[in-house]
């Protein structure tokens, strides 16, 4: 089974300061994706970024982007220049190649931003 | 994008009785899945919800207790039997289109309490 380890529960960061969340994932198989969602209190889950395995690009989305680390089994997701909005519960997902859109989700860490 | 209308939004049940979540897609989806997300907890599958075959439940979900239904394309149901309060949680739909796409889209989510 594939599991997601995020060790921090939660983060604080200074608004425009940057953040990097990390998250850990164990797994056998060589093809895969893997997300950041973010959860503000209204529950709604977003997407933030997502990156396919196969690329060894970083994914980059404006003020986020991620770092990758196939080998290790390491993607963690950098937010720069943070802003108010961003406080949120944020959670690390994989998801298995033979199961359609189904996700396995880390625990989550929670953000807090002060002015 | 995916539009997704969940109903309730939140509920009040008392133990013992059933509570049935409505899922609403706004256009024709190929996966449609349901989690559970307990009290400062991360998300977990339920099950996955076929459309015209009985669903694909996860390993401690049994079909008895989060019955499902899924009569077409646009539409599903999660049933939660016999609660207790042990079932207090927010339960989300969440929805793939085409093998190509690989974002899952998620509902609000209903807040259950069981008291």
């Known amino acids: 089974a594939q599991t997601v380890t995020q060790s921090q529960p939660e983060m604080s960061v200074q608004e425009a300061e940057t953040v990097t969340l990390s998250c850990t994932y164990d797994?056998?198989?060589?093809?895969?994706?893997l997300f950041w969602y973010k959860q503000p209190p209204s529950r709604q889950m977003i997407l933030v970024i997502r990156q396919e395995a196969y690329k060894q690009q970083n994914a980059t989305e404006n003020r986020f982007s991620v770092n990758f680390q196939k080998a290790a089994k390491s993607f963690s997701l950098k937010i720069s220049d943070s802003q108010l909005g961003d406080a949120a519960m944020y959670f690390c997902?994989?998801?298995?190649?033979?199961?359609?859109?189904?996700?396995?989700f880390g625990k989550g860490t929670s953000l807090l931003v002060t002015p | 994008s995916a539009v997704i209308s969940q109903k309730p939004s939140r509920d009040i049940c008392q133990r013992g009785t059933s509570l049935t979540i409505q899922c609403q897609v706004d256009?024709?989806?190929?996966?449609m899945f349901w989690y559970r997300q307990q009290p400062g907890q991360s998300l977990t599958l339920i099950a996955t919800?076929?459309?015209?075959?009985?669903?694909?439940?996860e390993s401690g979900f049994v079909i008895d207790k989060f019955p499902i239904s899924r009569p077409n394309l646009t539409f599903s149901t999660l049933t939660v039997s016999n609660m207790s309060p042990e079932d207090s949680s927010i339960y989300l739909c969440?929805?793939?289109?085409?093998?190509?796409?690989?974002?899952?889209?998620f509902g609000q989510g209903t807040r259950l309490t069981v008291v």
């Open positions: 797994t056998s198989e060589s093809d895969y994706y």
């Open positions: 997902a994989y998801r298995r190649s033979n199961s359609g859109y189904a996700l396995n």
């Open positions: 969440s929805v793939g289109r085409g093998l190509t796409n690989t974002e899952a889209f």
């Open positions: 256009s024709q989806v190929t996966m």
């Open positions: 919800a076929n459309q015209g075959s009985e669903a694909t439940y």
